[in-house]
């Protein structure tokens, strides 16, 4: 049997079908620039998986998405499997259609902060502009906790069975992000997965689930969450911390001689080591299900 995690698809969308159905997960990470890039995907040529690599709006926006685009075009020669681009957290339709344009295969419309008719609005707009280039749009309801994000209670962040479906079948998104408990960032505690909301979702909807906040869920839950309809997981902290305190570290060996390749070739095992780490994670099978 082929390698189960580097199969190929006609295209993006049968990927997270085929995924959800078999209870796999694309593992997608948050990268900023061309040397977590190289490092992502050597760990995915490692590890020989498919990979998504995933561009925050203050990196589409600075580097410009066709920039960003050009280099996951680039290093796609150096790929063994499918390397795919995805826009993460967009609050601006026109940043998803700018993404659109310039060659994402992926963009996500996030309207958790709107009321549900506004959520699904700007998720209508997305999903008709996607349609004709074929580019998967991934909504979100309810929230993840974490960094700006403040919840009295678990009905202030968990997404609701209606809504979700209320969503899903109006403005028709390919995958939906779900607040069931995980957090952005490194926190104090362990997230409490809210594992029956997730349950109840994945009755109530077929599509393929996100599940954000990758960084320091325990490898056991996210396992479990693979089998309840998660399909693709978000990892982003554990790379940049990684990143930043491998280069202040050799820019503080080298002081003023540091010179960004030379140290990049330092940094970038570290970087591989984390993802390859997380991959396993992800990357297991926990059912007999083969397609
Ligand atoms: P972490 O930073 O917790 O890994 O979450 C990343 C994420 O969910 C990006 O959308």
Redesign the pocket.
């Known amino acids: 049997m082929n390698n189960y995690f580097s199969q190929q698809f006609a295209s993006l969308k049968e990927l997270f079908k085929a995924y959800r159905q078999s209870q796999r997960c694309l593992a997608?990470f948050?990268v900023n620039d061309n040397y977590d890039l190289k490092a992502v995907v050597d760990a995915a040529n490692a590890q020989n998986t498919n990979v998504m690599v995933?561009t925050?709006p203050p990196v589409a926006e600075l580097l410009t998405p066709y920039t960003f685009s050009g280099m996951v075009k680039g290093i796609r020669y150096n790929a063994k499997n499918n390397v795919y681009l995805h826009l993460?957290?967009s609050t601006s339709v026109d940043l998803c259609k700018a993404a659109i344009d310039a060659g994402y295969d992926s963009v996500?419309i996030d309207g958790s902060h709107l009321s549900l008719s506004e959520n699904i609005k700007a998720t209508i707009e997305v999903v008709k502009y996607a349609e004709s280039a074929n580019v998967l749009v991934e909504a979100e309801i309810g929230k993840?906790l974490?960094r700006d994000v403040v919840a009295k209670s678990a009905d202030d962040y968990l997404a609701g069975v209606a809504d979700v479906k209320a969503l899903y079948e109006q403005a028709g998104p390919d995958i939906i992000?779900v607040g069931i408990g995980?957090?952005?960032?490194?926190t104090p505690e362990v997230p409490k997965i809210h594992f029956d909301r997730l349950e109840q979702i994945a009755q109530a909807v077929s599509a393929p689930l996100v599940?954000?906040?990758?960084?320091?869920?325990p490898d056991a839950d996210i396992q479990k969450a693979i089998t309840m309809g998660i399909a693709k997981?978000?990892?982003?902290?554990?790379?940049?911390t990684t990143y930043m305190k491998h280069t202040r570290t050799g820019i503080n060996e080298a002081g003023d001689a540091a010179y960004p390749p030379y140290l990049m070739k330092r940094v970038l095992p570290k970087i591989q080591e984390v993802v390859e780490d997380r991959l396993k994670a992800v990357n297991v099978l926990t059912t007999a299900k083969v397609l």
Do not use: E, F, K, S
């Open positions: 997608a948050n995933m925050y993460d957290h996500m993840i974490g992000a995980t957090a952005h960032g490194y599940l954000h906040g990758g960084t320091g869920i997981i978000n990892i982003g902290t554990v790379v940049h």
